[in-house]
């Protein structure tokens, strides 16, 4: 494999310095020097020229209601059963009424790069998520019950603007 190769698979596997790149925000030889992969120059030469391959970076906003609902938990741990639907199901753990966590929805023009989204600025605030997905229409975050007001905002935020 090239390094002009091996610069491009190590920045898809550091999907803040691809999208860095995409922004045109990138110092080439601190990227390179960063990357470690040899020769510094070799490797920011072969950076700008993946640079200039990358679709740019572009704001989209969305259609999405956002809305909050107190009293989430596991079904099994923190909750016996319930008669609601769940409010998100992975690999048959489900989320439901009744628990101690507040989820966030978000429905209408959701997908995972909005959820990528919601999760980076999350973490960005230092806001714990115990369970986060996307189906379909609907996007749901579920985080500790104190954190739900400023994981409204949050998610509000993101979906009137973010980047794909």
Do not use: C
């Not at 209601?65 to 769940?86: H, K, Q």
């Not at 975050?141 to 905002?153: E, I, K, N, S, Y």
């Amino acid at each position: 494999m090239s390094l002009a190769a091996d610069a491009r698979d190590a920045v898809r596997e550091r999907p803040f310095l691809l999208a860095s790149l995409r922004a045109g925000v990138v110092n080439y030889a601190a990227a390179a020097a960063y990357l470690d992969l040899g020769d510094d120059d070799a490797v920011a030469a072969a950076l700008r020229r993946f640079a200039d391959d990358l679709p740019e970076l572009e704001s989209k906003s969305h259609d999405v209601m956002v809305t909050m609902r107190s009293g989430v938990g596991l079904v099994g741990e923190d909750i016996e059963e319930s008669d609601d639907d769940p409010i998100l199901s992975v690999a048959g753990v489900e989320l439901a009424g009744g628990g101690p966590l507040t989820a966030i929805i978000a429905e209408g023009d959701v997908g995972s790069a909005l959820l990528a989204t919601v999760i980076a600025r999350l973490d960005a605030e230092s806001i714990v998520v115990d369970a986060a997905g996307v189906a379909g229409d609907a996007l749901a975050v579920v985080v500790p019950r104190r954190q739900g007001a400023a994981t409204l905002r949050v998610v509000e935020s993101a979906s009137e603007t973010h980047y794909d």
